[in-house]
C-alpha cells in the first residue's frame, strides 16, 4: 500500500506561480510512475502531468507544456509540481497518484493510488 498526501494549493492571481508537493509512504514509490490529475466543477478528472520514478521521463497534457513542470525527489519520496504563468483556466482540484508500475500513462484508471487532492484557484 502507498498513501499520497498532496499540498500546496492555494489562490493566485493569473500570471502568478504555485508549487504542490505529493509525499508518499508506506512503501518506496522508485518502481512506481507518478501523476498529477485535475478536476474542476462538473468536469471529469483530467491528467496534466507524469514522470516515470527511475528515469526521470516526465509527460504532460498539451495544455499546460511549458507551464508547469514535474519532478520528484528520491530521498524525500516525494514528487513535485511547479505551476507557472497560470490561468483562471487552471483552477481544479489539483490530485497526485501513483501506480504500482513503472509505465507512464495519462488515463486516471490505470493509477493504483490517489492523495486528497489540494485545491488550486486562480483568479483574473
Known amino acids: 500500500q502507498v498513501q499520497l498526501v498532496d499540498t500546496g494549493g492555494g489562490l493566485v492571481q493569473a500570471g502568478g506561480s504555485l508549487s504542490l508537493s505529493c509525499a508518499a509512504s508506506g512503501r518506496t514509490v522508485r518502481s512506481s510512475a507518478m501523476g498529477w490529475f485535475r478536476q474542476a466543477p462538473g468536469k471529469d478528472r483530467e491528467f496534466v502531468a507524469a514522470?516515470?520514478?527511475?528515469?526521470?521521463?516526465?509527460t504532460y497534457a498539451d495544455s499546460v507544456k511549458g507551464r508547469f513542470t514535474i519532478s520528484r525527489d528520491a530521498s524525500k519520496n516525494t514528487v513535485y509540481l511547479r505551476l507557472n504563468s497560470l490561468k483562471p483556466e487552471d483552477t481544479a482540484v489539483y490530485y497526485c497518484a501513483a501506480r504500482n508500475t513503472m509505465a507512464v500513462v495519462t488515463t486516471p484508471s490505470q493509477y493504483d493510488y490517489w492523495g486528497q487532492g489540494t485545491q488550486v484557484t486562480v483568479s483574473s
Open positions: 514522470i516515470g520514478w527511475s528515469l526521470g521521463i516526465a
